[in-house]
């Protein structure tokens, strides 16, 4: 079969969608992750873009060669039943972690626009998602999906006027420079925890292996160049917004009036509905798990979030997040591991191509 340009855009666009997300485009993982190492920042952030292309082309030709459809069968390809069974316990966790964040990142969005306490935020959001999680949320993720290209269209918009607008306000504070390699790679890790799940599912759409290679240098090369433009418009900055909450909202309102409030209510949104989906996703698993009613779990959920989500966006996502890159450091090893006995496999038995 031909390689079809649509199916790698289709692909590397849902690689790039399951990644920016509103913790991304607030602009706090870049500067967790990669500005805070000033200089250092930059090729961390080149790693972290070979390291998405890797990870990208290393799921798509597993699923690609393996005849994959769904994320169990991947999970089962890569350890077996107890290692798939580990990283689904894994995911969950990781679905209520990020609700956490994303009611946290609305409570700071609240704060910043209002004149209520950051902890009024946080009860108010969760409240209002644990209400809308109890209802069916299809649409609610229908508009998700029409926000994210908004998002990331106004992120870059953002950071390019940014850049070529703004002379550099470099802060001269600490910096861990060593570590500038070890967060590179985390911030690929934890990232994969999910996108190697939703990656599972592409193989209707990889018709030819150099879909996959092409899909991967694709998604790969579109999150670096993302990364770049808002890493170098937070280190213009970073005297500025080092130390805040949401660092491209206060960008946009160094840019002007009209940008900060578009943008600050498409990031709202993007919270919002992240909370929702990451929220129903724990829920949904958890009542698979326990058999106990969601409506008694919704509210668990939330009385479980307000207290953690109460110690700030900014820390939790320094805190939260790398503790996944760690996790998820387990699950790129394995399939890294998979995929060059598979590679080898099919070089020393070529098999029938794909009809």
Sequence with gaps: MKTRFSNVLKISSVYVASTIGAAFASGQEIIKFFTRFEIKSFPGVFIAGFLFAVVAIAVLDIVYYCEVKNSGELLNILGGKLVGKFFEYMTLLFS??????????????????????????????????????????????????????????????????????????????????NNWLTYAFLYACYNSILNILVMSSMYPWITTRKTSI??????????FFAM?????????????????????????AIIGKLDFLIYSLILAFALITTAISSG??????????????????????????????????SDMVGTIYPVFGYLGSSLVILLIIRWLQIIMQRRKSPQKKRA
């Design 96 to 177: 209520f972690c990020i609700f956490i964040v994303m009611i946290a990142g609305a409570a700071a969005l609240w704060n910043r626009l209002t004149d209520f306490s950051y902890t009024s935020g946080v009860l108010i959001m969760t409240l209002i998602c644990i209400i809308l999680i109890s209802f069916n949320i299809r649409g609610i993720l229908t508009v998700s999906e029409v926000l994210t290209p908004l998002m990331i269209g106004g992120m870059l918009y953002l950071g390019v006027k940014v850049i070529f607008r703004s002379q550099a306000v470099i802060s001269q504070g600490t910096s861990l420079t």
């Design 214 to 223: 092409y899909s991967g240098i694709a998604g790969g090369t579109a999150l």
């Design 228 to 252: 770049w433009v808002l890493n170098q418009a937070l280190y213009m900055n970073l005297k500025t917004i080092r130390y805040t909450q949401l660092p491209m909202v206060e960008i946009s």
């Design 280 to 313: 129903f996703c724990f829920v949904k698993g958890f009542e698979a798990i326990t058999k106990k009613p969601r409506w008694l779990l919704n509210i668990c959920m939330g009385m479980l979030a307000v207290p953690f989500a109460n110690q700030g966006f």
